[in-house]
T-cell receptor, first 115, second 114 residues
Framework: EPEVTQTPSHQVTQMGQEVILRCVPI?????FYWYRQILGQKVEFLVS????????KSEIFDDQFSVERPDGSNFTLKIRSTKLEDSAMYFC?????????????FGPGTRLTVT | EDQVTQSPEALRLQEGESSSLNCSYT??????LFWYRQDPGKGPEFLFT???AGEEKEKERLKATLTKKESFLHITAPKPEDSATYLC???????????????FGQGTILTVHP
């Protein structure tokens, strides 16, 4: 069964550096999302993306964050200048007509550690 | 602002001991209520979507129900492999502008002892 995949599984970076987290959503899905989960806290919405543009973003998703769908399969989250408080698990999700438009399927996550 | 509160925070059961997890919510027009399972260090795994009060869905030992204010996840005769964190999330949108975004609760950590 098709799944959402994410790379890398773990990224360690220094404060101030740029990172790009990569996701391959389920094929034929139309809606894409990024969420994050700080250790011991709730899963938080960052951004949704549809038809090559941002549909909605949260207060967390400031000018340091950007998303892109560079080709027909990848979906990326870029953090331009990482901060210590960006350390978290980042989850990509996708949804589409094949499984119910509202049902979001999550990837395994990328653990980002900012030192 | 959409809010989701789950209780209890943690639940320890003996194998075979049935119980229920609670999810209370406030949302501006419910589009859907979702249950996910999350294992340590993994992404949330989709379990159920409920759309309207009175709806019920079942999967193996799990049954989810929905009222206008809360949802329950009933676990019947649990096994140790059911141990995980169970997350509840709501999606607003009926008449609102927030399409797609899920608002999660903090989860209930379920431990089932053999």
């Amino acid at each position: 069964e098709p799944e959402v995949t994410q790379t890398p599984s773990h990224q360690v970076t220094q404060m101030g550096q740029e990172v790009i987290l990569r996701c391959v959503p389920i094929s034929n899905h139309l809606y894409f999302y990024w969420y994050r989960q700080i250790l011991g806290q709730k899963v938080e919405f960052l951004v949704s993306f549809y038809n090559n543009e941002i549909s909605e973003k949260s207060e967390i998703f400031d000018d340091q964050f950007s998303v892109e769908r560079p080709d027909g399969s990848n979906f990326t989250l870029k953090i331009r200048s990482t901060k210590l408080e960006d350390s978290a698990m980042y989850f990509c999700a996708s949804s589409g007509l094949d499984r119910g438009l509202n049902e979001q399927y999550f990837g395994p996550g990328t653990r980002l550690t900012v030192t | 602002e959409d809010q989701v509160t789950q209780s209890p925070e943690a639940l320890r059961l003996q194998e075979g001991e049935s119980s229920s997890l609670n999810c209370s919510y406030t949302v501006s027009g419910l589009r859907g209520l979702f249950w996910y399972r999350q294992d340590p260090g993994k992404g949330p795994e989709f379990l159920f979507t409920l759309y309207s009060a009175g709806e019920e869905k079942e999967k193996e030992r799990l049954k989810a129900t929905l009222t206008k204010k809360e949802s329950f996840l009933h676990i019947t005769a649990p096994k140790p492999e059911d141990s995980a964190t169970y997350l509840c999330a709501v999606q607003a949108g009926a008449g609102g502008t927030s399409y797609g975004k899920l608002t999660f609760g903090q989860g209930t950590i379920l431990t089932v002892h053999p």
